[in-house]
């Protein structure tokens, strides 16, 4: 295993921008892998990737659950890249743990109160999102489960609430980096792939992202968006995630002199 | 035990219409009894009380939990309750399935897909009611997370949503009713108190609830609500609820009419 | 011309339910008239229909302007109708006036503080619409610029608020009804037309109303729906008016004994 | 008269990005010149100021009115400000036209149908703002009025929109900054001010809108924010405005090499 660039203390010092980058769902070992070895020539070692998905509606793919989170661990064995992946309930915890350097908490779960308890136990950072449907001081207080329950290292993710505008999939309430970053000590990243819900509105929303002070951004790609089994219209190809990255840390070097 | 005035077939014939009241909480046996008592004098043979309560803030009262179900059980025993209470997740599924005759799925728990897929492994009434982040479509799409794991017997329960109006705690969408009674064969119920948010408005949209059709209610009374330990502002106490009760059968004789 | 069945001060007086029925807009001599007479047939003598329309796109219909005004005083002049008429600006306020026995303020034009300054200046009763992005509270304040300009002859009229939900056109806040009654003298109205965006939905929206203690309820009603020039899906015809009209009767009824 | 830095021509081209600052309401001489002095030593010459007010109720602070009007003249006699102040009916609408260089449509009038065709008939820009209630695709058909009524010199200002958030005043969409510029051909501006209704917040939304790819910024600024009559916390000190001044030209200078 390579070593990677970042550790899980960098996310926690909040000196250095994050990108945790990668595919909606784990589909295919080439596809997670091929992902992974793209991220690690732009010195990303952050991969996403959901393994048990929560969708709408119970016909739709659910992930390829244990399997899944093999796949991950194979591109974490070759590139050395940390996993963020999804954990739905109590009952998957212990496997999804196994697997997983950070546990995602998805924003229907925001106020899975059980759940949050759970991952408050553990010694393993926490990456929760907002809930669609709930306010910043929900939010807030949903992270006081976690840390309540013993686990500080929490990541916050803003990725859009539910409002009456439906040219995007959900309004990424941008204001909330900055009321989040009075409130809580922990890093607070965006997440521009879900509000956009198509791909050219990621780029204008992670640059947004940043001069709104985001500590990170978590960002969908896929080898070949349009083959993929859901979120096919919002994820990035590698092209387009390079010249965001750059222009990204472009910002971030300006933003950091000030 | 007495005989109940309904039972759980008279809820999926949707030919009477039902109420469902008790306290949000289960506090005390005393609490409990005197609502039981009250609720059979009018012939109200169903009962609701958290004893597992999720709470937005991990300091809030979180409830009785095992203990808040043996006082259900009392009220059941002494004067024929049918149970309603919630489940919160995977962990006290089967404490409370022991308690309950209705098992609840709370608003923040709409889109917890696991556990509408546990519950949806029982022969046991579900009444799940719509989170106030969701739309009528996806509420539609988690009653087919229960139904598709082999459990029909399902209540739906609109409970408000959110808005930016803050008149009231929530917005009842009362459209839902209609939309609802269109897209599933299941009953659908109101449930006035946690939109009202104020015990005085909860008279009027339960009218309102009748009047769009809905074929039950689930209210929130308490002995003394000043003194209750959650949502003590919308609880109505028995005489607002008598009256309540004697109005709503009032309309509905009318609306039988037609 | 008739004796009308209900005056103008019946409306304020709160003792009668008040329908207010007729098209979206003026089409024509014929579709008015017809409407009118078919009014009349139920005692209703009271009668919407725009002349200047608001509409979203400039390239809509925009109503027959003065010409629909003649119309509308046709129909007066045969049946004893009450005019109720959308009144957009200070430029088409005077001919307005000319011909309406009650000036409407849209929804889009319920923060137009000029115009509601303007319409308080007249000795006129005004029946403003709540916006559909206004808060209670602001709404309340809209009829203040009215009284506070001296005219104290207001209906308020609730028509469904934005929000995330979109299986209806707007979300009836139906609990507005109870909340304005407790904050203004004001009767206090219902337009379940436009929140429900379906006919089928504008009867169990009305009887909601009922239920939630509405003065009065203001609906589109026309000849030939599906040939209307403007919100052909949400006007009722005639048969559908007549049964809804018994029925919110035969619920007022009932309401009036509480 | 001193030449102006920049012309109206410079807004329409989109190359340089544009800064409109000033009191949210023309209080008196003194405040209006020391902002006006205060702005052209940042080589800002695009100066707002209410003379008219929309306010929310009617006993608020209505603006100064036509003696507003000749504060601001005074001000472009002595710094050559180009004046944005607003105009709120077609009463008005004369006389402002005589003072403003761009003529401003506030939030409330996104609808006013009739004062947006009368402003399309002038030849002077026009500033108009989303109304906090309506959907991108609203705001785009309100510049339809404006541009078929011969008038294309458009200015589109982002302010935020009603959601049930509220941690900010508005929530700002950030998303419709490239969701518009798809969609318009004209320049797109964001008013950071309204939707953060505090100070504090001023400052990451004006940078993340300059990440969203705005061409312009429109900030209320006030000698002593303490002091104002309206909008008092979210007004910027002068020390507060310059500082944001140099670090959204950073931003850009960064974002013009993409």
Known sequence: MMAPDLTI????????????????????????????????????????????????????????????LKILAMAKEETGMNIVTEVMDSDNLTTVTKYADILQIGSRNCQNFSLLRRVGELNKPVLIKRGFGNTIDEFVQASEYISGAGNSQIIMVERGIRTFENATRFTLDISAVPVL?????????????HPAGLARYVEPLSLAAVGAGADGLMIEVHPEPQEALSDSKQQLNFKQFEL?????????????KF
Do not use: H, W
């Open 181 to 193: 970053k009075e409130r809580v000590p922990y890093p607070v990243y965006v997440d521009p792939s």
């Open 244 to 256: 965001l990255y750059k222009r990204v840390n472009a910002l971030r070097d300006t933003m950091s």
């Open 9 to 68: 203390e960098d996310l926690f010092s909040k000196e250095k921008f994050i990108f945790i980058a990668g595919p909606c769902a784990v589909e295919s070992e080439e596809q997670v892998l091929e992902t992974a070895r793209f991220l690690k020539t732009l010195g990303i070692n952050f991969m996403r990737g959901g393994a048990y998905k929560p969708r709408t509606s119970p016909k739709s793919f659910q992930g390829l659950k244990e399997e899944g």
